[in-house]
Each structure stands twice: as structure tokens, then as C-alpha cells.
């Protein structure tokens, strides 16, 4: 495959890429609409008509079910809503407190590479938790970002950031999470990501809660280093330039 770019400075960063749209959502997203959006600006970028986007968010509280999910994995189904995902991985749960940031980037313009993508994925939520105090890590065979929990007998972990991803015409959709203050009880009706042996955790019951805003920058300042520049954005359900006319007159 041809690349369209083929000079990288010394972190992989391509040098002539433009700077990448950066985009927050103040309110709830409903998840149908965010995936909606996610997949419109994700076709104009394989198209070539709108830059990249990160987009940060929080859903209502859901289950989402991703191309692996088994019927196991729900325990609860009833609790809340569940959503089919077009993302890769198992079962998950969404909701207030946890900061989900769709990441839209032309990966044929960054190396077409999709397994060393998700690995600087894994390595921009570790640097961006590392600037909250937080020391994560991966692990062999399970995608995400874990934490050893020192309060618990040898080899307790629990998982603290996760990524789902799915990749179209070489452009990225959905992308990663991190777990600042969400009800952890809500993951009781799931078996989370297919991973019953281990728990999940967030900033906050680590003990080292942070507001959203200070999440957000830390995950920006640890993007540009990986990824390269960012601009600000409007957010997508409010601006007709990033959203298509039916997106724009179903969320004004």
C-alpha cells in the first residue's frame, strides 16, 4: 500500500500533518446520535474533506456490546440499555463520570499500521494517567490499561482505561476511556470486557480523583506529544461544519 506521507519526525508523527480538531461535549451524549456523528465525520475525513477529530464526551449510563461480545458477558441485560458496537472488543459499561474520547485520525496518512496504533494508544492513556498520578500498564493479551492494587493480596489489578476500536477506509472510530468517577457498582451487570478475574477501578477510588477539565488536559498534552498538534473545535452536535445537515436538525 502507498503511504501519502512518508516523513515522520522523531516520535512517528508525520511532519505536514495538519493540526488535529479537538472537540469536548459539555452535556451527555445519547450513544445512537454519538455514534452517528462519529461515523459522519469519520466518512468526510476518508474523503478528504474534514480534518481529524478528537472527540471527548461522557454517554448516559449504557451497556455496549462489541464485535466479540458473548451473551455471557451480560448479567444484568435489564439494567440498562444495551447498544450493539461496530467496535472491536467484548461488553463494556458508559456512563457519567467516565471521560470516553472518540478518536477520529487518517491512519493511512500516519504509518497504516494498525497494531502500532493501538500500542500508542495504550502508551497516550498511560502517559496521561502518569500526569495524574496514576502508574498504568498493559498486559499480555488484554487490551487496555490495568493498575496493580496495592491494598490487595499479590497480583490483584484492576483496569482503569480501556480501547475500543474499529478502523474504516483506514480511519479510526470510537478509540479509548478512562474511568475518573463513575459508579463502579454499574458494572455489575457485566462481565467487564470478558475479564471476570480481575476488577475495575477509576481515578477517584484510587485516591486520586481529578475534575474532568483536568483529566481532558492531561489527556490533550499527552496527545500532542504522541500524536502531534491539536486545535480547538466546536463540539460536533453543535456545529453544521462538522456534522451533516440531518445530524445538525436532529441535535440543534
Known amino acids: 500500500m502507498k503511504l501519502l506521507h512518508t516523513t515522520?519526525?522523531?516520535?512517528?508523527?508525520?511532519?505536514?500533518?495538519k493540526p488535529v480538531?479537538?472537540?469536548?461535549?459539555p452535556l451527555p451524549v445519547d450513544y445512537p446520535l454519538g455514534v452517528r456523528t462519529m461515523a459522519d465525520r469519520a466518512q468526510r475525513i476518508a474523503r478528504g474533506v474534514a480534518p481529524e477529530l478528537v472527540w471527548l464526551l461522557e454517554h448516559p449510563p449504557i451497556y455496549t456490546a462489541g464485535t466479540g461480545a458473548k451473551p455471557d458477558d451480560l448479567r444484568d441485560p435489564q439494567r440498562f440499555p444495551v447498544h450493539q458496537s461496530g467496535r472491536g472488543g467484548r461488553v463494556t459499561y458508559h456512563g457519567p463520570g467516565q471521560r470516553i474520547v472518540y478518536v477520529m485520525l487518517d491512519l493511512k496518512r500516519r504509518g497504516a499500521d494498525v497494531r502500532a496504533f493501538v500500542h500508542a494508544l495504550e502508551q497516550w492513556l498511560i502517559e496521561s494517567l502518569a500526569a495524574l498520578g496514576v502508574k498504568g500498564e498493559t498486559r499480555p493479551g488484554r487490551v487496555g490499561v490495568w493498575v496493580r492494587r496495592q491494598d490487595r493480596e499479590a497480583g490483584g489489578e484492576d483496569k482503569?482505561?480501556?480501547i475500543g476500536l474499529r478502523v474504516s477506509k483506514w480511519v479510526s472510530l470510537h478509540g479509548v476511556s478512562i474511568n475518573v468517577n463513575p459508579n463502579l457498582g454499574h458494572y455489575d451487570?457485566?462481565?467487564?470486557?470478558?475479564?471476570?478475574?480481575?476488577?475495575?477501578?477509576?481515578l477517584a477510588d484510587l485516591g486520586s480523583p481529578a475534575p474532568m477539565e483536568t483529566v481532558d488536559n492531561?489527556?490533550?498534552?499527552?496527545?500532542?506529544?504522541?500524536?502531534?498538534?491539536?486545535?480547538?473545535a466546536d463540539d460536533p452536535l453543535s456545529s453544521r461544519l462538522l456534522a451533516s445537515p440531518a445530524l445538525g436538525e436532529a441535535h440543534p
Do not use: K, M, N, Q
Open 218 to 232: 492531561a489527556l490533550r498534552t499527552a496527545f500532542e506529544y504522541r500524536f502531534g498538534a491539536t486545535h480547538d
Open 160 to 162: 482503569i482505561a480501556a
Open 21 to 25: 480538531d479537538w472537540a469536548v461535549s
Open 189 to 202: 451487570g457485566i462481565v467487564p470486557c470478558g475479564i471476570a478475574e480481575h476488577g475495575v477501578t477509576s
Open 8 to 17: 515522520f519526525d522523531g516520535r512517528g508523527v508525520p511532519l505536514d500533518l
